[in-house]
T-cell receptor
Framework: DGGITQSPKYLFRKEGQNVTLSCEQN?????MYWYRQDPGQGLRLIYYSQIVNDFQKGDIAEGYSVSREKKESFPLTVTSAQKNPTAFYLCASSSFGGTYEQYFGPGTRLTVT | GENVEQHPSTLSVQEGDSAVIKCTYSDSASNYFPWYKQELGKRPQLIID?????GEKKDQRIAVTLNKTAKHFSLHITETQPEDSAVYFCAASIGPRSGGYNKLIFGAGTRLAVHP
């Protein structure tokens, strides 16, 4: 099953720990995105990247960090500075950017206690 | 800042009826408007999209209309079926700001329930 993958599906961490969520795509897409989904709030953009070694903050970047060392990979680190990290995290990719279809991964549900 | 408002937040219809979901956007430069469907526990998937150079687009039972003057667009589902039950998200493209790139802003979603 090609496309865009995220791992793990479920992740549990203790408060104060950093955690890294994986996102990989084999669609040869230039742009990649991270969204956070909370009940009743839709999809909120955390970070996005159009090319390797470049990324932009989204609307809720505080407490998160990313890297884009390879075209295929866009990992997201949820740091201990993120006040409410428990959420469903979705990664997406698209051919050229925000005016083209975004393909979503299956998501990672992070629970921090 | 830019935002997309989506209504209603929940919608309940009988099988065979039509369903309409409406969105308004704030950025007059937005030129791409996709609609995504997310079934329970699954990833969002594109069901239809429209660009600003057309006013309406249809794909079988699904249609989207766009009114650029009023800055709103709508999703229309006809002859609804139980498998249409899901959360639907609208989105609008936002142009580059301060050296950034185009991105999408999503509405809060509409939970559609189709009852047999």
């Amino acid at each position: 099953d090609g496309g865009i993958t995220q791992s793990p599906k479920y992740l549990f961490r203790k408060e104060g720990q950093n955690v890294t969520l994986s996102c990989e795509q084999n669609l040869n897409h230039d742009a990649m995105y991270w969204y956070r989904q909370d009940p009743g709030q839709g999809l909120r953009l955390i970070y996005y990247s159009q090319i390797v070694n470049d990324f932009q903050k989204g609307d809720i970047a505080e407490g998160y960090s990313v890297s884009r060392e390879k075209k295929e990979s866009f990992p997201l680190t949820v740091t201990s500075a993120q006040k409410n990290p428990t959420a469903f995290y979705l990664c997406a990719s698209s051919s050229f950017g925000g005016t083209y279809e975004q393909y979503f991964g299956p998501g990672t549900r992070l629970t921090v206690t | 800042g830019e935002n997309v408002e989506q209504h209603p937040s929940t919608l309940s219809v009988q099988e065979g009826d039509s369903a309409v979901i409406k969105c308004t956007y704030s950025d007059s430069a937005s030129n791409y408007f996709p609609w995504y469907k997310q079934e329970l526990g699954k990833r969002p998937q594109l069901i239809i999209d429209i660009r600003s150079n057309v006013g309406e687009k249809k794909d079988q039972r699904i249609a989207v209309t766009l009114n650029k003057t009023a800055k709103h667009f709508s999703l229309h589902i006809t002859e609804t079926q139980p498998e249409d039950s899901a959360v639907y998200f609208c989105a609008a493209s936002i142009g580059p700001r301060s050296g950034g790139y185009n991105k999408l802003i999503f509405g809060a979603g509409t939970r559609l329930a189709v009852h047999p």
